[in-house]
């Protein structure tokens, strides 16, 4: 079956301006997970969804990261006034329950600040 | 006693050769092991995973040797090939939770 899915794949964006990063789940997996990934670094957590409540949050790195979810579907990262420092991978991955054991990730999203 | 600590950060091995990467943790709560391979422009993908229930887990070419006692896990990759150049991420969880703790990766070149 279809994976889990990112858009947009690449993203530039001039200082200060917000984005919105998509992440579409395997369908019927109903814990998601965004996270960060600086160039040659490894995975920094974001958040955590399970359903569409965020028991988690605590990896945001400021108040101008959020994050919502639809259900137990597609979810968006929303990073407002971004700052250089952003540009990295953003990753989305879900895994089918909250007890489950094996997480799948998506292609990603480039973010590239300028 | 959370982090996962993995090595080396970088890893250059002839073609046919064996690659090995380890991990080490401090959490004994951890009882959930996967290794992820990563392509560039990709995402992370399971490669291949073991609970501490076994000392050695082997798919194909890979296999993950696990040392309770010492706290340590390794990848082995038999036979390396130059398409197995990849960042390689080791990671931990306990069972029931959701939070994954990964290493910092292991950049793999397989010289053809």
């Known amino acids: 079956g279809a994976g889990v899915s990112q858009s947009p794949s690449n993203k530039v964006t001039e200082k200060g301006k917000d984005v919105e990063l998509r992440c579409d789940p395997i369908s019927g997996h109903t814990a998601l997970y965004w996270y960060r990934q600086r160039l040659g670094q490894g995975l920094e957590f974001l958040i955590y969804f399970q359903g569409n409540s965020a028991p988690d949050k605590s990896g945001l790195p400021s108040d101008r990261f959020s994050a919502e979810r639809t259900g137990e579907s597609v979810s968006t990262l929303t990073i407002q006034r971004t700052q250089q420092e952003d540009s990295a991978v953003y990753l989305c991955?879900?895994?089918?329950?909250?007890?489950?054991?094996?997480?799948?990730f998506g292609p990603g999203t480039r973010l590239t600040v300028t | 006693q959370q982090q996962v600590k993995q090595s080396p950060q970088s890893l250059i091995v002839q073609k046919g050769g064996i690659s090995i990467i380890n991990c080490a943790y401090e959490?004994?709560?951890?009882?959930?092991f996967p290794w992820y391979q990563q392509f560039p422009g990709k995402g992370p993908a399971l490669l291949i995973a073991?609970?501490?229930?076994?000392s050695e887990k082997k798919e194909g070419r890979f296999t993950i040797s696990f040392n309770k006692s010492a706290k340590q896990f390794s990848l082995h990759i038999m036979d390396s090939q130059p398409g197995d150049s990849a960042t390689y991420f080791c990671a931990a969880k306990t069972s029931g939770t959701y939070k994954y703790i990964f290493g910092t990766g292991t950049r793999l070149k397989v010289l053809a």
């Open positions: 073991i609970r501490p229930d076994v």
């Open positions: 959490n004994t709560a951890f009882d959930y």
């Open positions: 991955a879900s895994k089918l329950t909250y007890a489950g054991d094996e997480q799948y």
